[in-house]
């Protein structure tokens, strides 16, 4: 019984070390740990992740104050990245009085040295101001002294005058969390909406208090209190993924009214229907507002348009005169940045500026154009009513036959048929002239196909000489330019030789900027490492070097779906001549399997046409993304797919 107290005596000691959670104290428990008991992979581990939100009343009216927390341990050097923190908040140009401020940063590291506990204090030379655009700040802090074992703690305050706006709570990370701890205290004269996101939750627990708001009056709180322990990471290493933050557990906010009717004040609703929503944007001057502004470019578009007679001729004109008029600046929004009128003189603007002076030029030609909010890849699906979910716009024009096509003048290898992958998100909610809002789907019409056909003889050296042809279609045809266009020769010639080993004699690339037609890229090459001389006997895969042969799916569970953008379909022709001298032994059996709910298939057909051996391989995804009830058969799918065009032709000597 004795040895049984001392026990848990010695327990709960220990627990109150490796458990204390005060800044600037750690443990030499938590300096000695060598990697996360519950995943033994992870780089890093928040030791401890707290968060503090509150609504204060000053002077100058309410303020959001929101104090973070966080203690990091460093396991191996991947997790040094982790040793540069980026503290990214709203501070607009021109106006100083809604930005954002960052109080109170303090930070040290921890080391392990000769057994004891040392740490160095964050110096205020290692925090710089990085203007991230316009509207952007950034802090970038880097703490000093990073190891090995490692431990960083960094504690600073963000006070926003935006109290329309309270930030995600986020319950899990690319590394796991230990112990997880946020609070939001939300007045009752802000009403938020709060929606769970990802697939993770952390119990959440509802409290309230009482607040003096002056010397005779107060006012109610709704505490929001969430606390979790050993929370798993949800890493970013897996492929196919559209947005990791989109799936990782969290808590969103967004404001639905502000009611002070109680103390003589108004009340004022938002976003609480997705026709409010449509209304509300509409209304915003650098929405709604620019979409009615023309004089600027009637002049120019007069001319443009004198000789053109059809809609389908006026649409083109006008999506290629403003994709060569403005250059997008890279940034996203859906309303105009600089002003439509700005931008078209200066020639550049954000998403916005582009896609709504678009909107307004096709309006002015007479089509029936409008504009669609679109939430772009990587930044989430908005399911419920919302203006922040949204952060881009592109242009929808309708036809009398009930068709329509999307444009987006942002990208410069786009056509009305393809959007580029940036967009293709889900659905894009439609805004009309009077505000009324409906929604259109972003998935592509057409599937991105990519087309090769391989000829090739066997030289009696066994070098292999033959000719290499592909043809992009839709969006590969996108991407493709995109990626290579601005590329000279000599570097795509050599990244084709590096990637397929061959060595290239002859290359030209057909089409490069008519983008309705498909882009062909032809090339006469050689190689002498496609054919394997075993004891007298050829071995070659059949595909060459269009064979793949790992495996993209290593999970054993996937919690997220496989996006894969937009539905595609990949095809192989592959004819190898049989050297003089060689007969066939053996080649591989033809296959067909297919995944359920006719999401996919692949085809693998091969035979032999007197001194020639010709492979047809065919893999079609008929879906854009595929859902996590799938993933066990997906990556079988994929097994076999590569296990099938690994196998050999096998050649003798006759």
Not at 35 to 45: H, I, L, R, V
Not at 395 to 417: H, I, K
Request: glycine residues 6%.
């Amino acid at each position: 019984m004795k040895n049984f107290i001392t026990l848990v005596l010695l327990l709960s000691a220990f627990n109150l070390v490796a458990q204390n959670y005060k800044f600037g104290k750690v443990s030499k428990e938590e300096l000695q740990e060598k990697f996360n008991p519950a995943d033994s992979t992870a780089s890093a581990t928040y030791l401890f992740k707290k968060r503090n939100t509150e609504y204060k009343l000053n002077s100058d009216g309410w303020q959001i104050m929101t104090t973070c927390h966080e203690r990091i341990k460093i396991y191996n050097k991947e997790a040094f990245n982790y040793a540069t923190k980026i503290i990214s908040v709203y501070d607009p140009e021109a106006s100083v009085s809604s930005s954002d401020q960052v109080n109170g940063i303090k930070g040290y590291t921890f080391n392990l040295e000769n057994g004891k506990v040392v740490k160095e204090k964050l110096s205020s030379k290692n925090i710089f101001k990085v203007r991230k655009n316009k509207y952007r700040l950034d802090r970038k802090v880097t703490m000093p002294s990073i190891k090995v074992g490692s431990i960083i703690e960094l504690k600073y305050t963000i006070v926003s005058p935006r109290t329309s706006s309270v930030d995600d709570v986020k319950f899990q990370y690319a590394i796991p969390v230990k112990k997880f701890d946020a609070r939001v205290e939300i007045p009752e004269f802000f009403i938020y909406k709060k929606k769970n996101t990802g697939y993770f939750m952390v119990p959440m627990k509802i409290d309230g208090r009482t607040r003096v708001l002056s010397e005779n009056e107060t006012y109610n709180t709704e505490i929001l209190n969430f606390e979790g322990e050993n929370i798993p990471a949800l890493k970013d290493d897996e492929p196919y993924v559209g947005s990791i933050r989109a799936y990782r557990g969290g808590m969103s906010f967004e404001l639905t009214q502000v009611n002070f009717l109680r103390f003589g004040g108004d009340i004022k609703n938002f976003s609480n229907s997705w026709s409010a929503v449509g209304r509300q944007i509409n209304e915003f001057s650098s929405f709604g507002g620019e979409l009615k502004r023309q004089n600027y470019y009637k002049e120019d578009l007069n001319k443009l348009l004198v000789n053109a007679k059809t809609d389908s001729e006026k649409l083109y004109l006008i999506f290629n005169f403003v994709k060569s008029k403005v250059k997008w600046n890279g940034f996203y929004g859906f309303s105009a940045e600089k002003g439509v009128r700005k931008a078209y003189k200066e020639q550049s603007g954000n998403v916005g500026d582009i896609n709504l002076m678009l909107t307004s030029m096709l309006n002015y030609a007479g089509l029936n154009a409008s504009p669609v909010l679109v939430s772009s890849k990587g930044n989430g699906v908005p399911l419920f009513p919302t203006i922040d979910g949204f952060d881009y716009v592109i242009t929808a024009v309708d036809f009398p036959n009930n068709s329509y096509v999307l444009l987006d003048a942002t990208e410069m290898y786009s056509t009305p048929t393809t959007l580029p992958r940036r967009v293709l998100n889900w659905n894009g909610r439609k805004i009309a002239k009077n505000g009324a809002s409906s929604w259109v789907s972003l998935k592509s019409r057409k599937p991105a196909i990519e087309e090769n056909i391989v000829m090739v003889k066997i030289k009696d050296d066994l070098m292999v000489e033959g000719m290499y042809r592909t043809k992009f279609m839709n969006l590969t045809a996108l991407t493709f330019r995109k990626n290579t266009n601005h590329l000279k020769e000599e570097g795509i010639i050599k990244a084709l030789e590096e990637n397929n080993n061959i060595e290239i004699d002859n290359f030209n690339i057909i089409n490069k900027n008519k983008l309705s037609k498909p882009i062909t890229r032809n090339v006469k090459f050689l190689s002498e490492d496609l054919v394997e001389d075993i004891n007298g006997k050829l071995y070659i895969e059949p595909l060459l070097f269009l064979s793949h042969h790992e495996n993209p799916f290593k999970l054993e569970e996937r919690k997220f779906p496989v996006d894969f953008t937009t539905p595609w379909k990949d095809k192989h022709m592959v004819t190898i001549e049989i050297p003089e001298g060689y007969k066939v032994a053996s080649i591989p059996e033809s296959m067909a399997i297919g995944l359920p709910d006719d999401l996919g298939v692949f085809k693998f057909v091969i035979k032999q046409e007197g001194n020639k051996i010709k492979t047809t391989c065919m893999v079609e995804m008929n879906q854009p993304q595929v859902n996590v009830q799938y993933y066990a058969a997906l990556k079988d799918f994929y097994g076999q797919r590569i296990q099938k065009e690994s196998e050999k032709i096998v050649l003798v000597k006759i």
